[in-house]
């Protein structure tokens, strides 16, 4: 595991000398994100204290089952979360990465998150693993819908073309991810020079591979989150903190070397 100025170099900036060094010369970086980039906007993560699953079942809403057997319990949440996510902006996690997509030859967003903050920071690479909780489609016919098509429709939205039931365009447990999205995100992971995890608990698979496979690869492989999780012990740097904080700095720290 790296440590933040464990090597020679400036003091005071909290990124270690290897660590400019890799971004200095690095031609192609991915940041793979997970709940953790976006709780500073307000979105709830998982996992830890204030989690969702410390208060739903996964089991009870976020699979294909729990969804037929009662799609107006499913839907409830998921119009509840879409209203939440609507309401919230991006952070400075956010914009730190999107600013990097204009900076670096070649970089991607690998995301689990389903809230569309990437793009709406204006990152224009992202791999969505999980999906995207502002796309809905008709499970009979595949036309897809907006939010505010469906929320416009009370209980359960069906299909106003072939009447089928419409069901949030993201990936339930249980569920393959989309080919493309995976097939990008490993091709890209698999290139990266310089790969960073950020805000996620590492524990959901096969998302969680993907780090790995970028360290087998040769990557320079930096973790961002608060606390440890299982990949902290297999990175080149583990960056402790939030990422609303620690990118944008470290993103400064960046520009300005080159400029110095
Ligand atoms: N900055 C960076 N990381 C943070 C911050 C922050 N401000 N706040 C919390 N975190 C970290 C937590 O310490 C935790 O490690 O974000 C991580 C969030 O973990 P999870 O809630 O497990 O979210 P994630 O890893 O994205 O979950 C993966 O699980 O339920 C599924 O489909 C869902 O895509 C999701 C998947």
Not at 103 to 131: K, P
Not at 202 to 229: C, D, H, R, W
């Amino acid at each position: 595991m790296g440590e933040t100025d464990t090597q020679p170099g400036p003091v005071n900036t909290g990124f270690s000398a290897g660590l400019l060094s890799a971004l200095g010369k690095a031609k192609s970086v991915v940041a793979f994100t997970g709940a953790g980039i976006s709780a500073e906007s307000g979105v709830p993560t998982f996992r830890g204290t204030d989690g969702i699953w410390k208060k739903f079942k996964p089991e009870e809403l976020a699979n294909i089952n729990a969804f037929m057997k009662n799609p107006e319990l499913v839907w409830e949440w998921y119009a509840h979360r879409k209203r939440i996510i609507a309401g919230i902006q991006p952070n400075a996690g956010h914009y730190a990465l999107a600013k990097m997509e204009q900076t670096f030859l070649h970089f991607a967003v690998i995301t689990q998150n389903i809230d569309n903050l990437h793009r709406r920071a204006g990152s224009h690479t992202v791999y969505e693993l999980h999906g995207n909780i502002e796309r809905n489609y008709c499970m009979k016919c595949g036309t897809t819908y907006s939010n505010e098509e469906v929320l416009n429709q009370t209980g359960a939205p069906h299909c106003t073309k072939c009447g089928g039931l419409i069901r949030p365009d993201v990936v339930w447990f249980g569920e393959m991810l989309p080919d493309d999205e995976w097939e990008n995100a490993v091709r890209v992971a698999a290139s990266a020079d310089v790969f960073f995890s950020i805000g996620t608990s590492g524990v959901v698979y096969p998302a969680a591979s993907i780090p790995l496979m970028a360290k087998q690869q040769g990557a320079f492989v930096v973790e961002i989150n608060p606390e440890p999780t299982p990949l902290t012990d297999r990175v080149d740097e583990f960056l402790m903190g939030a990422s609303g904080i620690i990118l944008p700095a470290l993103y400064k720290r960046f520009i300005d070397d080159q400029h110095s």
